[in-house]
């Protein structure tokens, strides 16, 4: 079975003179036996990234980044700011000829983003839009040429400094992430960034974020300070501190590489304006003599580190369970008569109860946090939390007033009170908007719901 082969790797159009601009809808790159070896590769299904190597001085006012896509058979132009896409339609022995697929979507910018292909669909993760980084999934639209958003379930955004952290595993159509800079969410007023260090997978046929477990400690001080970051079948490879390492998902391991090859590999790496892993092959293309070369990344060369990537959180309740239920046993003997009446209560309650959704959860903190401080949360901080800000104005609403609706009603079942929890007050500043917040009395309770 076949899958989708891709590869993704950014360009600067100042600095290297390979691109030459003969109308807005055709763009030319030089051809070379890197690309050559390129087309020809064999659809494998995972997704290949080039590092994002650190800009010169002179290059501040660059043009934005590009990332070229292989999918499939096809080669891809992708232009961060406006979401414009290329595709190659006529490869010579010297150059390759690009031609604009569709027209700059002011929303997106695809800064800080993901790019990457399954099963012939182009997507960018992630990015940087209306001032703010943001976990919104896009995917590509060949028929109407245009960047259409897929909603999910809650939103996750990558570490992005100073390299994107985020792997596609295309086998199991699922995105990793190790771990999240928590900023822009609409809630905290604080400007220091914070970690979540829960690790995160979106499974994308269904369109859900999961946690499956928790940073490990060493990885994260690894992965606090790499110098560049290529993805490979089974994780992503960076250099922390001179030394390369493999991280790979698949098994959960941190894999160590020699120094010899780490040297080598580095020099290689931060010398190239191309490169990517495949077959545990390392291909690269050099930024200015533009050699081509490739190094093998043979498994002897590294050694497995007494770490894991994560720390998978659902195997830990394991081991205690058996004692667990000796000692819940033993209590419920001793104190029979009691525990059985309480346990008929708890059980009735507890029937009665009605679960709160993801993003009600998200919206009911976002109430909590604005009505301790006396303050309320205004439309715009909504629509972000509930991830429809870049829906239409009708959209929007429906989203904001059924699961506002959703929220009272459940909070009505759960503390068994008519009264309406989340409240709403016209805007001072402007008298045609609503702003809301939760009602006083029901704050502490609200709380002990949601933990």
């Given at each position: 079975?076949?899958?989708?082969?891709?590869?993704?790797?950014?360009?600067?159009?100042?600095?290297?003179?390979a691109f030459s601009e003969e109308k807005d809808s055709i763009l030319i790159i030089k051809n070379n036996p890197f690309f050559v070896d390129l087309m020809k590769g064999e659809t494998l299904g995972y997704s290949i990234t080039i590092t994002n190597l650190p800009k010169k001085s002179n290059e501040v006012n660059q043009i934005s980044t590009q990332h070229l896509i292989k999918?499939?058979?096809?080669?891809?132009?992708?232009?961060?700011?406006?979401g414009v896409l290329y595709k190659a339609s006529t490869f010579t022995n010297s150059t390759i000829r690009f031609i604009k697929l569709n027209s700059s979507q002011k929303e997106i910018d695809a800064t800080h983003s993901y790019v990457y292909t399954l099963k012939n669909q182009l997507y960018i993760q992630g990015g940087y839009a209306d001032g703010q980084n943001n976990g919104t999934l896009r995917n590509y639209n060949r028929k109407t040429n245009h960047w259409e958003i897929i909603p999910l379930n809650k939103q996750v955004i990558h570490q992005y400094k100073p390299f994107e952290l985020i792997w596609l595993d295309a086998m199991a159509e699922k995105i990793i992430v190790p771990f999240q800079g928590i900023v822009n969410d609409g809630i905290s007023e604080e400007k220091k960034?914070?970690?979540?260090?829960?690790?995160?997978?979106?499974?994308?046929?269904?369109?859900?974020?999961?946690?499956?477990?928790?940073?490990?400690?060493?990885?994260?001080?690894?992965?606090?300070?790499?110098?560049?970051?290529?993805?490979?079948?089974?994780?992503?490879?960076?250099?922390s501190k001179n030394i390369v390492y493999m991280l790979d998902f698949k098994t959960n391991q941190v894999m160590k590489m020699n120094n010899a090859l780490s040297i080598k590999i580095s020099k290689t790496v931060k010398s190239s304006r191309y490169g990517y892993v495949y077959n545990d092959m390392l291909y690269s293309l050099d930024s200015t003599l533009e050699k081509y070369d490739s190094i093998s990344l043979d498994k002897s060369n590294f050694s497995v580190e007494a770490i894991s990537v994560y720390n998978d959180n659902s195997n830990y309740y394991y081991p205690i369970i058996p004692l667990g239920i000796l000692l819940i046993g033993g209590f419920f003997l001793s104190k029979r008569k009691k525990q059985h009446t309480a346990q008929k209560i708890t059980t009735i309650n507890s029937e009665n109860e009605v679960e709160f959704t993801d993003g009600e959860l998200a919206l009911i903190s976002l109430f909590v946090t604005k009505s301790k401080k006396n303050k309320t949360a205004v439309i715009s901080e909504i629509n972000y939390v509930l991830g429809v800000k870049d829906k239409n104005t009708g959209l929007q609403k429906k989203v904001r007033s059924d699961t506002i609706s959703s929220i009272n009603e459940k909070?009505?079942?759960?503390?068994?009170?008519?009264?309406?929890?989340?409240?709403?007050?016209?805007?001072?500043?402007?008298?045609?908007?609503?702003?809301?917040?939760?009602?006083?009395e029901f704050i502490k309770a609200v709380e002990q719901k949601i933990k």
């Open positions: 079975m076949k899958f989708i082969y891709c590869l993704f790797f950014t360009l600067n159009l100042n600095t290297f003179n999918s499939g058979n096809d080669l891809f132009l992708l232009i961060d700011q406006g960034l914070s970690l979540d260090k829960k690790t995160y997978a979106l499974n994308l046929k269904t369109s859900t974020w999961t946690v499956i477990g928790k940073i490990n400690k060493q990885t994260l001080e690894l992965l606090n300070d790499i110098q560049f970051k290529i993805d490979y079948a089974k994780g992503f490879m960076v250099e909070f009505k079942i759960n503390l068994q009170s008519e009264e309406l929890i989340i409240q709403s007050i016209r805007s001072e500043i402007d008298k045609r908007y609503l702003e809301y917040f939760i009602n006083k």
